[in-house]
């Protein structure tokens, strides 16, 4: 089967560019979302990445067509009525994915490949609310997709090849790079290497061993790296690893040092570049600066 019709559930952040690029690049979309204001406000976002992909592409000039050739419903069974692949960008809670999965099952056609964006669950998670495991897989974006166009492509030991090649040649279709894991992995490739990087540097900051711009040049000078852990943070905003920390802080002292530490940067209005100001001052950070690493 080749895939032509794609439903995005959920139109948040990473529902609407997905969404966005799909249809972009010729996919018939339909994007779901559970009432009219969030279709609104999945409307609103995706009116927001038409001047970004004219200045990305080089035929950007595309982009002002897409949202009228988009279709929108918010019932599921609508939806997905002819989807050959749906993609799940609903928000990173076990209940809510366990109950899309189970309406989803009752209601998509047997030909449907379901696929999840989730960040930190795998798909083995959900299997077992899914009426197709070999049809069932992850395919995970980045934020701002048509950039950072990585796309980290991964079955569950039940999941079928055929259809992570398919899912793998949709990837493509849309300008991504695809990545495809041989196995199931939390964190996929990325964050398995990113959040370890950025829990130690946030240790060595938290237990006095170094500062944040000292441990950012160490990296960047070392490695070859554009950016230093810290300003990675500023990128991703303080309150993705604010709630980490938290998570851990019960059992873990450090964590609980790190929650504190970005709590009150938080407080401060400081939660990283969308704000103007984190470990950084935006729109020019001192990293940004030639002078930096001397
Ligand atoms: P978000 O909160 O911006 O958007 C979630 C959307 O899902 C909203 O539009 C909401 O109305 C909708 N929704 C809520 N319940 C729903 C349901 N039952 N059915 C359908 N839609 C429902 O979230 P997000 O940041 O776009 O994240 C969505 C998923 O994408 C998560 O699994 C997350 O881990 C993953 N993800 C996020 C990022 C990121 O940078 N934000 C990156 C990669 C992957």
């Given at each position: ?193 990113l959040?370890?990087l950025l829990?130690?540097a ?14 950012d040049?160490?990296w ?5 790296a554009?950016q230093g852990p810290f300003a990675i943070l500023d990128v991703v ?42 470990f ?15």
């Amino acid at each position: 089967m080749t895939i032509k019709n794609v439903t995005v559930a959920g139109g948040g952040v990473l529902g609407s560019q997905i969404a966005f690029q799909a249809a972009f690049t010729g996919f018939k979309v339909t994007l779901y979302d559970i009432n009219d204001g969030a279709i609104d406000h999945a409307k609103q976002l995706l009116a927001s990445y038409v001047p970004e992909f004219e200045d990305f592409y080089d035929d950007g000039d595309k982009a002002s067509a897409v949202i009228d050739q988009m279709s929108f419903s918010t019932s599921l069974a609508e939806a997905v009525a002819d989807a050959d692949l749906v993609i799940e960008a609903i928000p990173e809670s076990v209940k809510i994915k366990v109950d899309y999965y189970t309406e989803l099952s009752k209601v998509a056609p047997a030909k449907t490949i379901f696929a999840t964006n989730s960040s930190t669950f795998v798909p083995s998670q959900f299997v077992e609310y899914v009426d197709r495991p070999e049809k069932f897989l992850a395919i995970h974006f980045a934020n701002q997709i048509w950039k950072n166009n990585n796309a980290e492509i991964m079955g569950h030991p039940g999941t079928e090849d055929k259809y992570l090649d398919e899912v793998v040649q949709f990837a493509k279709d849309i300008r991504m790079v695809p990545f495809r894991l041989y196995k199931e992995q939390h964190g996929y490739i990325l964050n398995s290497l990113l959040v370890p990087l950025l829990d130690a540097a946030q240790k060595l900051w938290v237990n006095g061993v170094s500062d944040p711009e000292t441990i950012d040049k160490s990296w960047m000078i070392a490695t070859g790296a554009p950016q230093g852990p810290f300003a990675i943070l500023d990128v991703v905003g303080l309150n993705t690893p604010y709630n980490l920390a938290l998570a851990k802080a019960d059992t873990d002292t450090q964590s609980a040092e790190i929650a504190k530490a970005l709590k009150a940067m938080i407080d401060d209005g400081k939660t990283g570049a969308a704000s103007g100001e984190g470990f950084y001052q935006y729109p020019n950070p001192a990293f940004a600066d030639p002078d930096f690493l001397k």
